[in-house]
């Protein structure tokens, strides 16, 4: 992104979430008209041309969103970007939009993404997921997906001290934030026995430290110039009204798709990516009122909390746990605790592709609360 040229979040719509029984597609399709609806724009507005959307990628589900355009379609490429890091696609798809409208000439895109699979029956969808991230050594049993991360949880608690119920400590946050907000599928706080007393799944991993369900989102980019643009027209939504969410910064990392035989610091990526993110916006943790961190499995948000600079490495743990003490009391201020306040994937839905884009469009949201604060 260049200085002086900026993209800007313009409107974002979500459906319903839990065990819908409709396909991935309708409910991208839905997700679409609401976000174009919220920035009062209409798909194939003949009078803004190189207006474009793309699904992320086929959902595990089985269907897909076909890509529409009102004007010259973008490189197939950008619909290559698989690498099966699922989760980040979100992420992706919001920076690659950003580059479309401040280096390609689009106007707006359209990010949707989708997924039905808690309409899917637990044998297929596990077979699915396993297909997507087999270990080709033949070392991760299935589940493979939680028995991964169940042996990175273990190698962290060896490696800082990280205790089982600091772990369990993260879904129980969760599920606090989520019974706030009103389109969270969790509408009861978890208790820590609870989590701990949960099905066992995989190794230091409960069914309450699991997710999925159904659900659709999207959200809308666009040029400095086309919200202008819109701006100046009666139907201009309240987001447009104020500007949109201006989008500062970014980074993208990679590491493996399953845990190797050696699990050490070097296989992870979420700091290299939070540091590109940090550089690119020229802004530090402490300018941060809100964080939107990746929780699909606790051991993902207890290392992303060192990661984006909450606490030193190492420490999440203890940090987890005086956020758990700090919010007993259920009356807590959004503020004593800014991190997932739609509760995450793990309280708030995880339809397999999409809950970094509810990350992202109340990371929209906070910054309006904040009157023009800066989310991450």
């Given at each position: 992104?260049?200085r002086?040229?900026?993209?800007?979040?313009?409107?974002?719509?979500?459906?319903e979430?839990?065990?819908?029984?409709r396909s991935?597609?309708?409910?991208m399709e839905?997700?679409?008209?609401k976000?174009?609806?919220?920035?009062g724009?209409?798909?194939h507005?003949?009078?803004w041309?190189?207006?474009?959307?793309?699904?992320?990628r086929?959902?595990?589900?089985?269907s897909?969103?076909?890509?529409?355009q009102?004007?010259?379609?973008p490189p197939?490429?950008r619909?290559?970007?698989?690498h099966?890091?699922?989760?980040?696609?979100?992420?992706s798809?919001?920076l690659?939009a950003a580059?479309?409208?401040?280096?390609?000439?689009?106007?707006a895109v359209?990010?949707v993404?989708?997924?039905?699979?808690a309409s899917?029956?637990?044998k297929?969808?596990?077979?699915?997921?396993d297909?997507?991230?087999?270990?080709?050594?033949?070392?991760?049993?299935?589940?493979?997906i939680?028995?991964?991360y169940g042996r990175?949880?273990e190698?962290?608690?060896?490696?800082?001290?990280t205790t089982?119920?600091?772990?369990a400590?993260?879904?129980?946050l969760?599920s606090?934030q989520?019974?706030r907000?009103?389109?969270?599928?969790?509408?009861e706080a978890h208790?820590?026995?609870?989590v701990?007393s949960?099905?066992p799944i995989?190794p230091?991993t409960?069914?309450?430290?699991?997710t999925?369900g159904?659900?659709?989102?999207?959200?809308?980019?666009?040029s400095?110039s086309?919200?202008?643009r819109?701006q100046?027209?009666?139907?201009?939504?309240p987001?447009?009204?104020?500007?949109?969410a201006?989008?500062?910064?970014?980074?993208?990392?990679?590491g493996?798709?399953?845990?190797?035989?050696?699990?050490?610091?070097?296989?992870?990526?979420?700091e290299?990516?939070a540091l590109?993110a940090?550089?690119?916006?020229q802004?530090?943790?402490c300018?941060?009122?809100?964080?939107?961190?990746?929780d699909?499995y606790?051991?993902?948000?207890?290392?992303?909390v060192?990661?984006c600079?909450?606490c030193k490495?190492g420490?999440?743990g203890?940090?987890?746990?005086?956020?758990?003490?700090?919010?007993?009391?259920?009356?807590?201020?959004?503020?004593?605790?800014p991190?997932?306040?739609?509760?995450?994937?793990l309280?708030f839905?995880?339809?397999?592709?999409?809950p970094?884009?509810?990350n992202?469009?109340?990371?929209?949201?906070?910054?309006r609360r904040?009157?023009?604060?800066t989310a991450?």
């Open positions: 992104m260049v002086g040229a900026t993209a800007r979040i313009v409107g974002h719509g979500v459906t979430l839990g065990k819908l029984g991935a597609t309708k409910l839905e997700a679409l008209e976000a174009l609806a919220n920035s724009l209409q798909l507005e003949s009078r041309p190189r207006c474009c959307s793309f699904p992320l086929p959902p595990l589900h089985g897909a969103l076909p890509r529409h009102s004007g010259p379609p197939s490429r619909q290559g970007q698989d099966r890091h699922w989760g980040r696609r979100p992420v798809g919001l690659l580059r479309m409208v401040t280096h390609e000439g689009c106007n359209a990010v993404a989708g997924d039905a699979v899917m029956s637990t297929d969808f596990l077979e699915r997921a297909q997507g991230c087999s270990d080709p050594s033949g070392n991760l049993p299935s589940p493979c939680p028995n991964g990175i949880t190698w962290l608690m060896r490696k800082y001290g089982r119920e600091q772990v400590m993260v879904p129980v969760m606090r989520a019974i907000h009103p389109k969270s599928l969790t509408r208790t820590l026995e609870d701990l949960s099905k995989a230091s409960t069914l309450l430290e699991c999925h159904d659900g659709g989102a999207a959200f809308i980019v666009a400095d086309f919200v202008e819109l100046r027209n009666i139907w201009a939504s987001l447009v009204k104020k500007g949109g201006v989008i500062l910064g970014g980074g993208e990392a990679s493996p798709l399953f845990p190797p035989s050696v699990i050490d610091e070097t296989m992870f990526s979420c290299e990516a590109q940090y550089s690119e916006a802004l530090l943790p300018d941060i009122n809100w964080f939107g961190l990746y699909c606790p051991v993902c948000f207890i290392r992303a060192a990661a600079g909450l490495t420490m999440a203890p940090w987890v746990q005086k956020m758990y003490e700090k919010t007993m009391s259920g009356d807590y201020h959004p503020d004593d605790f991190v997932n306040t739609h509760g995450g994937l309280s839905g995880a339809p397999w592709e999409v970094a884009m509810y992202i469009i109340e990371a929209c949201r906070a910054a904040d009157c023009g604060g991450g």
